[in-house]
């Protein structure tokens, strides 16, 4: 069969010589061999350039290499130490360390962490990383080939490589940080230890949560040092490593669940593991953020950076000690600190989801703050109790007491009040106008903080002034030179010493005249304190009495203790811990919760003091250069509605049901004034496991 003719003659058409007769087929082979690729020579400029960019790239990490400066994992923990360190007052435990960006961490050594932190970390971050050099380059092919669009979204970097990018805080999404980062990990590598990077790489990395650092993850997630982690446990602190924010505020989520798996899985086919060992592993239980032993000392170093930041100390900043690596010296005794979060959380536990505590422990005389519990610091509350002012109700009866002694007899105006309250550390307490309004004085309405009301007792036990404070001094870590040193205000504190020993020897009096009914006592009796139990009234008193709030504060020659217990809104409390014949769900008085975690923290800790139970020392004589007349009495004030007595006369809540109040003490307090919430940064640093119970909430 002969095909169609496309007629006579030669033609052109597309490059493509036609000559006449030819098919269309034939035409259509000849188009198709004058447009083939001529493969041989493609191949020839294909290697021509894979060779010239080759050397390119050999050219630029040679250059790289010669300029690029990487320091070394000492030098870098050096800078990473140039935080602040916060002890306590042995100058030796540490309370919290913080980086120069005020993030928690704390930086331990190879053998404080548990081996197979090291192998579930190598075998979800970077398995070859035991036989690289510093980076995976296919690691790094498939990176750039996921930037391009030519794969995944899987990382490139290893596990040297992300330590680099942490420590140098450089993040940048750009090729030349990559190409900067790699020769980096290089020079690394061969300048130090594998067993020196991932040592390095688990203290710098983040791991969600509170802070930075192996050690502080371990603490955040299962309370417990790093040494101690278990092969779940460290399973489940790799997987967070690439998305930390799975550790969530509120809970796990179910990505972590996820790496967690991977994981365990990744450690079996690298043979860290076996098959069966992963079978038997079982999803580890952690605690909930902020339930851990630590998390109440997130108070405490932020008191330390507030006074850091006061400008009260010889000059001294938080910029110049961080820059200078000092080490400050805090004022909380590890001990008394121990004591009172136990005491707080074994009192707190299994009740109201809405009921809070806060307490503080001064020293007479001193004002050395010895332990102070502002509350569990945690998602939704990061709210310092302890440095919230709040309505001290009844519990401000001993001011009252001191300036009826002051003016020597009863019925002290509200002016003179507020005078004595203010020599004994109270703040202000007076309306817009600089005016205190007697009937809110007289029923404990303004307010005051926990540590305030502590200062305050311990002031009238002595008779001297008492200046919190939380900072010891400041020194140089490198030299123990001592860079500052806080200096004790000696003096008494309502004028000379004759004026001060009768009001502390009246306010004594008056407390010791009308015990707590709390049962429990007689151990921290012997130490001679002085001690008052205060509410504030909720509601008019009809049927019975109710609280919005409660206290217990009481003081010994040592310490001066005060205990707050309330919650966030005006609200009747109630509570279910027995600490005298009350059932579930009773209203809460000063000799209820409150009382039993002021004894319990004093039976705990004071009485175990060299000398605590010893009879008071004798009077200290009168500082001739701090000796000045009392201050003249003020303008008459209307007078307390009652008769005047030599002293006030207070509530004992003993009995129930409860009497009405008085119509004219009735009222309800104003909802705490509190400071705004301070930002978490760092959780806190206590190097060692604490005993104490799991919060309760």
């Known amino acids: 069969m002969r095909l169609p003719q496309t007629g006579y003659g030669t033609t052109t058409f597309g490059g493509v010589k036609q000559t006449s007769g030819e098919s269309a087929i034939t035409v259509r082979l000849n188009r198709v061999r004058a447009q083939r690729v001529n493969w041989r020579k493609a191949g020839q400029w ?128 750009t090729y030349s940080r990559k190409f900067k980062e790699i020769i980096s990990a290089g020079k690394l590598t061969a300048k130090s230890s594998k067993q ?37 446990e460290a399973a489940l602190l790799a997987g967070l490593i690439q998305k930390p924010k799975a550790g969530g505020e509120n809970g796990l989520s179910e990505y972590a669940r996820f790496r967690w798996g991977y994981t365990l899985d990744a450690m079996v086919k690298h043979g860290v593991i076996s098959k069966a060992e992963r079978d038997k592993q079982q999803f580890p239980k952690t605690i909930d953020l902020g339930t851990g032993s630590n998390t109440p000392l997130e108070h405490v170093s932020n008191q330390v950076l507030a006074e850091l930041d006061s400008g009260e100390l010889d000059g001294l900043t938080r910029s110049e000690v961080q820059g200078r690596g000092l080490r400050v010296v805090s004022t909380i005794d590890k001990n008394a600190q121990d004591q009172l979060i136990r005491s707080v959380r074994g009192v707190m536990a299994n009740q109201p989801e809405n009921l809070r505590a806060a307490a503080a422990a001064v020293e007479p005389g001193a004002g050395d703050v010895l332990a102070y519990y502002g509350g569990e610091f945690r998602p939704g509350l990061y709210l310092d109790y302890a440095n919230a002012a709040q309505a001290p109700g009844t519990a401000f009866a001993p001011y009252i ?140 008193g009809s049927p019975a009495v109710n609280t919005s709030a409660a206290w217990f504060a009481g003081a010994t020659t040592q310490v001066s203790t005060a205990v707050w217990v309330g919650t966030d809104k005006l609200t009747a409390i109630k509570g279910n811990f027995p600490c005298r014949p009350s059932g579930a769900n009773h209203s809460i008085f000063g000799e209820d919760e409150p009382a039993c975690i002021w004894r319990d923290f004093m ?49 004992k809540l003993t009995d129930r049901p409860r009497p009405p109040v008085p119509s004219d003490a009735k009222t309800s307090a104003p909802s705490p004034s509190a400071p705004p919430p301070i930002p978490s940064t760092r959780p806190s640093g206590d190097m060692t496991a604490l005993p104490y119970p799991e919060s309760p909430r």
């Open 46 to 173: 294909t290697l021509i350039g894979a060779g010239a960019l080759a050397l390119i790239m050999l050219t630029a990490f040679a250059v790289g290499w010669l300029v690029v400066d990487v320091k070394s994992v000492d030098e870098i923990a050096a800078e990473q130490r140039k935080g602040l360190s916060i002890t306590y007052v042995d100058g030796r435990t540490e309370l919290a360390r913080l980086d120069q960006t005020s993030a928690q961490r704390a930086l331990v050594g190879h053998d404080d962490i548990a081996p197979v932190m090291f192998q579930a970390a190598i075998a979800a971050e970077d398995p070859s990383f035991e036989s690289n050099n510093g980076f995976d380059p296919i690691g790094v092919l498939r990176a750039v080939a996921g930037q391009v669009g030519l794969g995944g979204n899987g990382g490139g970097s290893g596990i040297t490589q992300q330590y680099i990018k942490v420590a140098t805080k450089n993040a940048e999404h």
């Open 196 to 232: 020196e990077i991932i040592t390095a790489y688990l203290n710098t990395i983040y791991f969600g949560r509170t802070g930075y650092g192996i050690e502080e993850a371990a603490r955040a997630y299962f309370d417990k040092p790093a040494r101690d982690l278990k092969l779940n």
């Open 401 to 540: 007491a001191a300036a009826d002694a002051q003016q020597g007899r009863g019925d002290a105006p509200a002016a003179l009040i507020n005078s004595v309250a203010a020599q004994a550390g109270a703040p202000n307490l007076a309306e817009k106008d600089g005016k205190p309004d007697y009937q809110k004085m007289s029923i404990g309405q303004y307010p005051m903080k926990p540590v305030d009301i502590a200062a305050g007792y311990a002031t009238f036990y002595t008779g001297r002034k008492t200046n919190v404070h939380f900072i010891d001094k400041i020194i140089d870590p490198k030299t123990d030179a001592v860079i500052y040193q806080r200096t004790h205000a000696d003096g008494w504190a309502f004028g000379d010493a004759t004026n001060s020993r009768k009001i502390s020897d009246a306010v004594k009096k008056t407390l010791r005249g009308k015990p707590a009914d709390v049962g429990g006592m007689e151990k921290v009796r012997r130490a001679d304190p002085i001690d008052k139990a205060g509410f504030v009234q909720y509601g008019d």
């Open 603 to 651: 039976n705990g800790y004071v009485t175990s003091r060299p000398g605590a139970l010893a009879p008071p020392a004798a009077r200290p004589t009168d500082p001739p250069s701090v000796s000045v007349a009392p201050p003249p009495p003020p303008a008459a004030q209307p007078q307390r509605p009652r008769a005047g007595n030599p002293q006030p006369e207070f509530p």
